[in-house]
């Protein structure tokens, strides 16, 4: 299989990088930091309307580019590099993954078109409090059928970009089922009567991750995706094609940890020589070079298996384990070491350093740590 990016893959991640070192650079990241909603509204508008992002891997038929889920990995790649801070991961990654994979024609011409056109926030509610990322993760959210539609009832938690989104997808159960049985999807407006969300307070500013309470929230019987009580199958491809995109983001983290290490060690000098030339420093960095490649490869093999229509749920499953757990391994590993590198000062605000290890360590563990996609890949390995 041939990793390697077309000429005009390249030129997509060559204008992307172009673009966010003009809009999106440290200050930007800091100011996003520091502002209520976590992301530049204007800079979000053009991302959708100028540069097509929210658009990549949605089909022609629906508003979309058409493009495939290699388009994806490129630009969250450079989004990792950057630490760029927007709704673009919950958006396409999470709730357009499954809006594709559960809708039926009318739901994704409805909601996919205002995603890839009009600037649509999105996400996916998945995840509660027992924090499970498997489909024992929705487990007090529940369902309810009444005679003009659906009752909804529960509180989901780490929704990404929750506090935003204008539409919520939301995975709940039928009361008394488990495991994959009994699971549906609905979308909804934020704004349905019922609807709860607050902030929550995370190590990591760049990006926003929301509770959402559901208190007799009431949709009609269009809100729901796919067949009644039958998501799993819809929710296991679209966690699965985030986890993909969640990869190749942190294996952009990765990446700027080890240039802001090499660049840092090239110009810091101690006992009269730059820190560069100690053969500790040099074996430091080419330790993290190592882990890097390994989880780009995993995680652009992930991007070509998600590309490809005739890969199944298992591989699609398999490869997305594999590329999530090298890439959160290496990300952080990487950004830990590339502190070390920096010593005393890396800890401090002034530094971006810090940035990518917070980014690393939550986005890490957003959707399943690096264990527990081991432990998927060893099960589907062994049965």
Known sequence: MNFAFTDEQEELRATARAFLAAHA?????RAAMQSELGHDPALWKRIGAELGWTAVAIPEAYGGLGLSWLEVVALAEVMGETLFCAPWFATVGLAASAILAAGDEAQKTRYLASVAGEGTIATLAFQETNGRCDADAVEATTWRREDDGYRLDGRKRHVVDGHCADLLVVAARAPGSVGVNGLSIFVLPAATAGVTRVQLPTVDRTRRLAEIELACVRVPVSARLGPEGDAWPALERALALANVALAAELVGVAQRSLDLAVAYAKERVQFGRVIGSFQAIKHRCADMMVRLEAARSAAYWAGCVA???????????????V???AAADAAFSCAGSALQVFGGV??????????????ARASGALLGDATFHRERVARGILS
Request: no cysteine.
């Open 323 to 325: 590329a999530k757990a």
């Open 346 to 359: 890396g800890f401090t605000f002034e530094y971006d350093i810090q940035l990518y290890l917070k980014r």
């Open 307 to 321: 590309a490809d229509p005739d890969s199944g749920s298992a591989t699609l499953g398999l490869a997305a384990s």
């Open 25 to 29: 650079g440290a200050e930007s990241v």
